[in-house]
């Protein structure tokens, strides 16, 4: 006979196989060991239905991701908003200019070198004879 690859011989693995049994007892075909091992599977594999503590998790999953989407579209609006208010507050200090540039005091510069010539550069916004032309770099003081 030759020698099995645990070390056993054929008949000692044949031997192991056959369940023992009690002088009076007959062997039960099925195990009981069966159902737990299939309830075991089941619960390892997801086939076991939603419990209400994963029901409640992903409702809370879903509350929190709807919660954020709330909080970011609130955050753009806001910087919407804020961008909206910047653009207005600019636009306003753009007329407040041209309109001091076209009031009472109506000076006239036709180029930076004629308000250089006048004693008046460096001109600032809002004063007199200032004017976007002769601003370059658009900072609110002309003629520098």
Not at 44 to 51: E, H, L, S, W
Not at 79 to 86: P, S
Request: aromatic fraction near 2%; include cysteine.
């Amino acid at each position: 006979m030759g020698v099995h690859p645990h070390g056993m011989t054929p008949q000692t693995v044949e031997s192991s196989r056959q369940p023992s049994l009690q002088p009076d007892t007959e062997a039960d075909p099925t195990p009981a060991v069966t159902a737990t091992a299939t309830a075991t599977a089941r619960n390892m594999i997801g086939d076991v239905p939603a419990t209400p503590t994963r029901d409640a998790e992903a409702e809370a999953s879903k509350a929190a991701a709807a919660e954020r989407k709330r909080q970011e579209a609130e955050a753009r609006k806001a910087e919407e908003e804020q961008k909206r208010l910047e653009e207005e507050a600019r636009q306003a200090e753009e007329e407040e200019a041209e309109e001091s540039d076209s009031g009472e005091e109506s000076v006239y510069y036709a180029n930076c070198a004629e308000a250089r010539a006048a004693g008046a550069a460096p001109l600032y916004r809002g004063e007199p004879g200032y004017a976007k032309r002769l601003d370059r770099d658009n900072d609110g003081d002309a003629c520098e």
